[in-house]
């Protein structure tokens, strides 16, 4: 497989809204022996950091980035299906992430790569109020957050939970870890507003939380801002 034109050629598929195509496509890639796993990280991940960044930018249409999404999405459904599962749990993780469809579909692709894995994931989604999360870490005492996939509208917040979590001192433990979305477009944000670590892609994602744990506290720092202002 020839990743960039892989890349380009589902890019435009998708993107036209010709769903036969697209899944004939991916139908072809995986009859040649590609890994389902392998087709969300290298392909469908960054097809949809594509879509995100051309519409950021209105270099493509709200028709096309329609098309595209709701397509990819359904790619990326098919595809879950047919991944290894791991047999062995591997820990707890609540993920969340940005406001859109298109980082919605960038979670779900690191979601889904998590739970075959084998960690339990609880998929917040966006618009959850930091006195929710906060009630949800008690809830199901996870052993990692993840804040994925997320707007640059959404930092601010995110610096404001890890502050919070610090201040109340009551999950010593738990990991935060940062990825995607304006995490991916402003680097080292993520440390910056206090994770532990940060991972660019899905299958990134999934190695950071099977990597030994690092019990260095998370510490913000005031140059945040002015990668919020360069990612914007």
């Not at 595809?79 to 707890?92: I, K």
């Not at 406001?99 to 889904?112: K, R």
């Not at 990825?179 to 670590?197: C, K, P, S, T």
Request: with cysteine.
């Amino acid at each position: 497989m020839h990743l960039e034109s892989t890349i380009e050629q589902l890019f435009h598929l998708v993107a036209s809204g010709d769903r036969r195509r697209a899944r004939t496509f991916v139908a072809d890639l995986l009859g040649r022996g590609v890994r389902p796993e392998r087709l969300a990280n290298d392909v469908f991940w960054p097809v949809h950091e594509m879509l995100v960044k051309l519409f950021k930018h209105a270099q493509i249409s709200r028709l096309s980035y329609n098309y595209a999404t709701r397509t990819l999405r359904q790619l990326a459904d098919q595809g879950a299906l047919a991944y290894v599962r791991a047999e062995r749990p591997a820990g707890r993780v609540l993920l969340m992430c940005g406001p859109t469809e298109g980082e919605e579909l960038g979670a779900q692709l690191a979601v889904d790569l998590l739970e075959a894995a084998g960690h339990e994931v609880f998929f917040g989604g966006a618009g959850v109020s930091n006195d929710e999360v906060i009630g949800e870490l008690a809830r199901t005492k996870p052993s990692a957050l993840v804040m994925w996939a997320s707007a640059a509208a959404d930092a601010p917040a995110i610096r404001g939970l890890i502050d919070q979590l610090r201040e109340i001192g009551g999950h010593p433990n738990l990991r935060i870890i940062c990825g995607g979305g304006v995490f991916n477009r402003a680097d080292g944000l993520a440390q910056e507003i206090g994770a532990h670590a940060t991972a660019c892609t899905p299958a990134a994602l999934v190695a950071a939380l099977n990597a030994p744990t690092d019990p260095t506290p998370a510490v913000a720092s005031r140059p945040a801002v002015r990668r919020l202002r360069q990612a914007a």
